[in-house]
């Protein structure tokens, strides 16, 4: 079974600049969520859909949005990038968002800002 | 809120030795799930293990085993014989029933030497 693929790998943006980073959740996963890490944050939660709503959003300005399609598949855009903005996003899936379910993570984006 | 405290930054030890990891967590749910994550230098978070808020049996897996005590809010890890494969950053995480979203703690970075 594949397991979470998330596209692109490395990404370098300038300020300013928009990103859209995408994740496709392993096979009948259809819950996705979104985590910033930093070295001094650490690993932080942006949001989570399932079935296209998003059901829950973490401590994050509206410059990070994002969506899930019919499919599961699901991408996160972020606007008018800053240089704090660098970091790793891992996108996690699971199969029911209950909480019971364990999430599986993705290889990461790694977005750095000059 | 939650909140998931993993007290020990960094951890060296030899090849062989055993080694504990340290997890302490606070939440006001009566159902909750615990985890535990491996991140190796490629980035992605590898699941390892779920207990849930009711199961305080112990669990043996190789040479992994955890310790869940509800009494004093701890739910740490143990490596037995460890190895310079088990070299990886090591994250514990707390969800709540109903929902996917995981607090992590800040993670333990474990160095194993030949």
């Known amino acids: 079974k594949a397991g979470v693929t998330q596209t692109p790998r490395y990404l370098i943006k300038t300020r300013g600049q928009q990103v859209t980073l995408s994740c496709s959740p392993i096979s009948g996963h259809r819950s996705v969520s979104w985590y910033q890490q930093t070295p001094g944050q650490g690993l932080q939660f942006l949001f989570e859909?399932?079935?296209?709503?998003?059901?829950n959003k973490g401590n994050f300005p509206g410059r990070f949005s994002g969506r899930q399609f019919s499919n599961s598949r699901s991408e996160m855009n972020v606007s008018t990038l800053e240089l704090g903005d660098s970091a790793l996003y891992l996108c996690?899936?699971?199969?029911?968002?209950?909480?019971?379910?364990?999430?599986?993570f993705g290889d990461g984006t790694r977005l750095s800002i000059l | 809120a939650q909140k998931v405290t993993q007290a020990q930054t960094e951890i060296s030890v030899v090849e062989k030795e055993d080694v504990t990891l340290d997890c302490v967590y606070e939440?006001?749910?009566?159902?909750?799930?615990l985890f535990w994550y491996k991140q190796p230098p490629s980035g992605e978070l590898v699941f390892l293990i779920r207990?849930?808020?009711?199961?305080?049996q112990n669990e043996i897996s190789g040479r992994y085993s955890w310790n869940f005590q509800k009494s004093t809010s701890s739910f740490n890890f143990t490596i037995t014989a460890s190895q310079v494969v088990d070299s990886a950053v090591y994250f514990c995480a707390l969800s709540e029933a109903g929902y996917s979203t995981l607090t992590f703690g800040k993670g333990t970075m474990l160095l194993v030497s030949p």
């Open positions: 207990r849930n808020s009711f199961d305080e």
């Open positions: 996690a899936s699971s199969l029911d968002g209950s909480g019971a379910q364990p999430q599986h």
């Open positions: 859909y399932f079935s296209e709503t998003q059901r």
């Open positions: 939440t006001r749910d009566t159902t909750y799930y």
